[in-house]
């Protein structure tokens, strides 16, 4: 609990963008796949991006729109979402996986709403 902390969701038109923030310890930043998913109203929890040493890997649905990166200094995951589109409106969770041990963040709201 409290491992993992999110910021940066909320409203915006589409075709806009959004920067996602998730900081965790140390510890788990530096040996966990840290990642991003989402799940929208209705609908299961599915990946969106994940970086796992130097490997990204995302949803078909999101490449070429969501750059998944990482700031060593701080501990940091970030999702940069740009050319947002009504569909991606979900609430989004931050991931830190490493063998059987998950953690997740509590979820931030994102709405693409005109």
């Known amino acids: 609990q409290g491992q993992l902390v999110e910021s940066g969701g909320g409203l915006v038109q589409p075709g806009g963008s959004l920067r996602l923030s998730c900081a965790t310890s140390a510890s788990i930043f530096s040996v966990y796949t840290m990642g991003w998913y989402r799940q929208a109203p209705g609908k299961q929890r599915e990946l969106v991006a994940t970086?796992?040493?130097?490997?990204?890997n995302y949803a078909d649905s999101v490449k070429g729109r969501f750059t998944i990166s990482r700031d060593n200094a701080k501990n940091t995951v970030y999702l940069q979402m740009n050319n947002l589109k009504p569909e991606d409106t979900a609430v989004y969770y931050c991931n830190a996986q490493y063998y059987a041990i998950d953690y997740w963040g509590q979820g931030t709201q994102v709405t693409v709403s005109s």
């Open positions: 970086f796992s040493g130097l490997i990204t």
